[in-house]
């Protein structure tokens, strides 16, 4: 790997590094090395952005340069940058994660927003979040709501502790978290809303992910292993033993013709009504169903 010359020299500054980040990207053919050397030094210096410029003659040590370069290496090689700095941010909260989450996308704070706009006129909501995976889409509306009481359940442990730690990081009282096997056991209690990010990529599909996604984020939170519409064939089938009358399921839905593959499983009598609604791309990405 191309090594930067000052580095040895022990007086390497962070404008030093932040320059080398950019030609060593274009050199590569990839852009945004600027971006990138920006965003991984504020992780590193635990600063923002406008105080490396203000601290562009620091002088860094051995043992960031290192970690910088260690970090570099991990991103040609594909791995997603969330995962190299460890956090993320989600509808405004800054969030921790690991490879064995699922990363939050921008389009998924669209689930929130429609939640939001349903529950405006309810008191103290009850809601579930099903495979609730890092905890971000509960977290955030229990956040948004704290006169709420939010539950978030997930099959997998190991997502639930971590889902803990983030709402512990932001103080969040209004939230539990329980393991649950939504497959094959439904909570006892009912729910005002219902929120859910399945897997919905079908198996079939996802060797023609990009590397970033389909080499390093977990696959049982990618897939279903089937047609990407397990979870909502089964989220048709018991959604009314646990929504309140007039209650409402908001689930995140894929691309192609998933939408309306989703959409066509929650025509039946068991709820009043179904719509899609577009992400701020005009692409199909929450599919909203009110119970009876």
């Known amino acids: 790997m191309q090594t930067l010359a000052r580095t040895s020299e022990n007086n390497c500054r962070v404008i030093d590094l932040i320059g080398w ?50 970090w570099i290496q991990r991103l040609i090689k594909n791995e997603p940058l969330q995962y190299i700095t460890g956090t993320i941010e989600f509808y405004g909260l800054g969030l921790v994660i690991t490879p064995a989450v699922f990363i939050p996308r921008p389009e998924t704070e669209r689930v929130v927003d429609i939640a939001l706009q349903i529950l405006k006129t309810v008191i103290s909501p009850k809601i579930l979040d099903v495979g609730t995976g ?50 094959k056991e439904i909570p006892k209690e009912s729910y005002n809303l219902i929120v859910s990010n399945p897997p919905y990529i079908p198996l079939n599909e996802i060797s023609d992910l990009e590397k970033n996604i389909k080499d390093f984020e977990p696959h ?7 047609d990407g519409l397990t979870f909502y064939h089964r989220l048709a089938s018991v959604a009314s033993k646990i929504l309140h009358s007039n209650g409402y399921l908001i689930m995140e839905v894929g691309q192609g013709n998933h939408p309306q593959k989703a959409l066509k499983l929650f025509k039946n009598n068991a709820f009043a009504s179904n719509k899609l609604i577009q992400d701020y791309n005009g692409d199909d990405r929450v599919l909203k169903v009110q119970s009876v």
């Open 21 to 70: 980040t950019e030609k060593y990207f274009l050199s590569k053919g990839l852009e945004n090395g600027r971006n990138i050397g920006e965003i991984l030094l504020q992780h590193l210096l635990d600063c923002k952005r406008v105080e490396l410029y203000f601290g562009s003659e620091k002088q860094l040590t051995q043992d960031t340069i290192k970690t910088f370069h260690s």
């Open 220 to 226: 049982i939170a990618l897939t279903d292993g089937a």
């Open 134 to 183: 890092s905890g971000c889409i509960a977290i955030a509306l229990a956040n948004e709501l704290p006169e709420a009481s939010v539950t978030g359940i997930d099959i997998d442990p190991n997502m639930l502790k971590l889902a803990q730690k983030n709402a512990d990081l932001h103080k969040i009282n209004n939230i539990i978290f329980k393991q649950m096997d939504i497959q």
